[in-house]
């Protein structure tokens, strides 16, 4: 009996399916057709939305690298600019220095001959002196003439008139 019922299978019953009508498969897979579309509608909107960011993240880099690359023209273009300034600056120094020692070149030039007429001039209001004692007193009193009175004129010529009143006779 152990052998018997060893060899005894069970045999599950199943069920039949159910039969569905003409109409219900005809609304399934018209059903399971919308899904479809439905499905792959979704999917060209997803793969469209990742397109648009990777478009606007593309858009952002190169807006950040042009912003990078004004950056650094402008600051090529400033320090440029500083460096003309700069050396336009030193021209301009360098042209005033010049020009300043020009001008101090031709003011010692300019009292070099104011003295050396000067000079000459004291030589001969000596010369006009009729003593020795008057050819003292009035070399002492153009010895006495300072270098400032020398060089301006004005002041030049009005000490020597004055010279010229108080002697007046003798020169």
Known sequence: MNEDEEHIEVVKTVKPKRKLTEKQLENLRVGR??????????????QQQKRLIKEE????????????EQKKEKRSKLRYAEMQK??????????????????????????????LDFEDAKTELLLKTSSVQQYEIVEDELNNIEQETIIDDHKLNMTLL?????????L
Do not use: F, P, T
Request: net charge positive.
């Open 86 to 115: 700069l050396h336009l600056k030193k021209l301009k120094d360098e042209r005033d220095l010049k020009h300043k020692i020009e001008q101090e070149e031709k003011e010692k030039a300019k009292n070099e001959k104011k003295l």
């Open 57 to 68: 993240k593309q858009i952002i880099k190169e807006g950040k690298e042009i912003k990078k």
């Open 33 to 46: 057709e919308k899904m479809k579309a439905k499905r792959e509608m979704l999917k060209r909107e997803q």
């Open 162 to 170: 004055d010279l010229m009143k108080k002697y007046k006779g003798d």
